[in-house]
Nanobody, 128 residues
Framework: QLQLVESGGGLVQPGGSLRLSCTASGFTLDYYAIGWFRQAPGKEREGVSCISTRGGRTKYADSVKGRFTISRDNAKNTVYLQMNSLKPEDTAVYYC?????????????????????WGKGTLVTVSS
């Protein structure tokens, strides 16, 4: 079964950290640009961060710059999102998504892009 699975979400206090993982099963991530997206209750899905196929290009939403770091380990077929200095407004369901590409610089922050695979999401709650 071809799928992406997110993990690492949970409840954390403001100022805390979490590391999310996005692991592919049934296919290799080597040729996929990966994006992390989030959706808070009552809000539209938004792009958080993205990374190109070999990790040479990354982008971040302004709201998370300096606090979140995206990385990938293609040998482990996994992409990570390290989230530090978490704020209550970071509370959301976080999704990873993959787009197959031959472009080494492709990095997708728009949730409207035709991503090929989406995970089911992992909930991050930032609260005291």
């Amino acid at each position: 079964q071809l799928q992406l699975v997110e993990s690492g979400g949970g409840l954390v206090q403001p100022g805390g950290s979490l590391r999310l993982s996005c692991t592919a099963s049934g296919f290799t991530l080597d040729y996929y640009a990966i994006g992390w997206f989030r959706q808070a209750p009552g809000k539209e899905r938004e792009g958080v961060s993205c990374i190109s196929t070999r990790g040479g290009r990354t982008k971040y939403a302004d709201s998370v710059k300096g606090r979140f770091t995206i990385s990938r380990d293609n040998a482990k077929n996994t992409v990570y999102l390290q989230m530090n200095s978490l704020k209550p407004e970071d509370t959301a369901v976080y999704y990873c998504a993959a787009a197959r590409t031959g472009l080494s610089t492709l990095c997708i922050l728009s949730p409207d892009y035709g991503m090929e695979y989406w995970g089911k999401g992992t909930l991050v709650t930032v609260s005291s």
